[in-house]
């Protein structure tokens, strides 16, 4: 006869434990928590090492301060199944509370190890290191934690995190901010040392608010920048060609950058989809009709400051044409340029940039009729060889209605109304939050 099986109305060791299991468990759900104890006691009777009920248990010894017992138990549920993420991870709290701190920390890696998304485990891992007085390390946790966060769309809902999640959150958010505003400092001096604190002012109100140390800066409701907000400057979405000295001597290279548009266009070689997003993200969804489509390809010759060199060989005169405008260089983070090629009957959706304090610039290469793009409240077109100039950090979208490919050349430039003491600012403080954020996470900071 099969395990698990009856056989005279009896009912096997195994059945019993299912069931005594799903009891307990839908009396946890429901907040009986006295009756779940009492079964996952009686579970322990017949299955010593069933993992979930001692797992119950250790929690409940736990909070009742046994935290001997808690260990104990939990230490029997890892070795029954020892690829259980959460098991580890309570096992580290257990031996935190039982005063065994280096136990913890393996416990809490090994949770890690197991999920490496793990943001409870991660932040539980950098407040010990924090009480330890290991501030390197714990910083690197508490990074690794918001951009599994993020990527998990943890914070995307605050007011559901279990509230000792958020006391977590707020300890790791505390310490990122000090140490990101001695970064600030640091990178800041050499610049003030050059053109003096005060000319420094609307640079500080940006990195202060950034930090949470200020209010937020306010801003129109349809500029909306997703990384870093600077304060004081116009409200302008769109900007006049004739404001740039440098447009035409972008505009009459027209037709030698068309030209060697056109010669990459029939190798079509160098090309990628702009939006290459992993489909776990949370916004993937919202760009789930262009995400690694070709139906918004681009050909970079800068991305987030990095240059793509095979494709600047390939097109030296649009290149010595870029060079000579003055983009906005923030190492790991830009430029961004490229030919951008939108297909027919593609559509770019609302979406905003991370930082106004640069701008974005078209030069038109290619466009057939019914295309446009929209930027805050204003729609325009493109014309052949005449730079568009706007703030991407308003929403903004394009669409191609034609049945014949759209192609402009991308790049941004800083925003005029920045003092030369507000772009080295603005600049040392990015390149050193960038660096920063590597060298604890080894992730890089949002570009666009």
Excluded at 347 to 366: D, S
Excluded at 367 to 377: L, Q, T, Y
Aim: charged residues 25%; hydrophobic residues 45%; glycine residues 8%.
């Amino acid at each position: 006869m099969a395990t698990g099986s009856t056989h005279a109305g009896h009912t096997s060791p195994e059945e019993r434990v299912r069931l005594m299991a799903e009891r307990a468990g839908a009396h946890a759900q429901r907040g009986e928590l006295a009756a779940a104890l009492r079964l996952y006691e009686q579970l322990l009777g017949i299955d010593p090492v069933h993992p979930e009920a001692l797992n119950f248990i250790a929690i409940a010894a736990l909070q009742s301060g046994d935290a001997r017992r808690g260990m104990e138990l939990l230490e029997r549920a890892v070795a029954a199944r020892p690829s259980d993420a959460n098991l580890l991870k309570n096992l580290g709290l257990a031996c935190r509370a039982g005063g065994r701190p280096q136990e913890a920390l393996k416990a809490f890696a090994s949770a890690i190890v197991l999920k490496p998304d793990y943001t409870v485990a991660l932040f539980n891992e950098g407040a010990l290191l924090e009480e330890l007085g290991r501030r390197e390390e714990a910083l690197g946790s508490y990074l690794r934690a918001f951009h599994a966060a993020e990527r998990t769309g943890l914070f995307l809902n605050l007011p559901a995190m279990p509230p000792g999640v958020r006391v977590l959150a707020d300890k790791a958010v505390a310490a990122v901010r000090q140490a990101r505003h001695e970064v600030f400092q640091a990178a800041l001096a050499p610049v003030e040392r050059q053109y003096g604190r005060e000319a420094l002012g609307r640079v500080w109100h940006c990195l202060e608010s950034y930090l949470g140390l200020r209010p937020p800066i306010e801003l129109p409701s349809l500029q909306q920048p997703t990384f870093m907000r600077f304060p004081g400057l116009p409200a302008r979405a769109w900007f006049e060609r004739e404001e740039f000295p440098w447009v035409a001597d972008m505009e009459r290279a027209t037709d030698a950058i068309r030209e060697e548009l056109l010669a990459v266009l029939a190798g079509d070689a160098g090309f990628r989809p702009f939006v290459e997003m992993p489909k776990e993200h949370p916004g993937a969804a919202y760009w789930q009709a262009l995400n690694h489509s070709p139906s918004w390809n681009a050909f970079f010759f800068y991305r987030d400051g990095r240059p793509f060199a095979e494709n600047q060989a390939r097109c030296p005169r649009t290149l010595a044409a870029l060079d000579a405008a003055p983009l906005n260089r923030v190492a790991d983070h830009s430029p961004e340029s490229l030919y951008s090629v939108l297909k027919p009957g593609a559509h770019i959706p609302p979406h905003t940039g991370v930082i106004n304090v640069r701008l974005v610039v078209h030069l038109p290469l290619i466009v057939p009729p019914d295309c446009g793009i929209r930027v805050g409240s204003e729609t325009r077109g493109w014309q052949e060889g005449q730079c568009i100039v706007f703030d991407d950090t308003y929403e903004h979208e394009a669409w191609n209605k034609s049945d014949r490919t759209r192609v402009v050349l991308i790049f941004d430039v800083w925003n005029p109304y920045l003092s030369a003491a507000e772009r080295d600012g603005m600049q040392a403080a990015i390149e050193a939050l960038g660096h920063f954020n590597r060298r604890y996470s080894g992730e890089p900071l949002p570009t666009h």
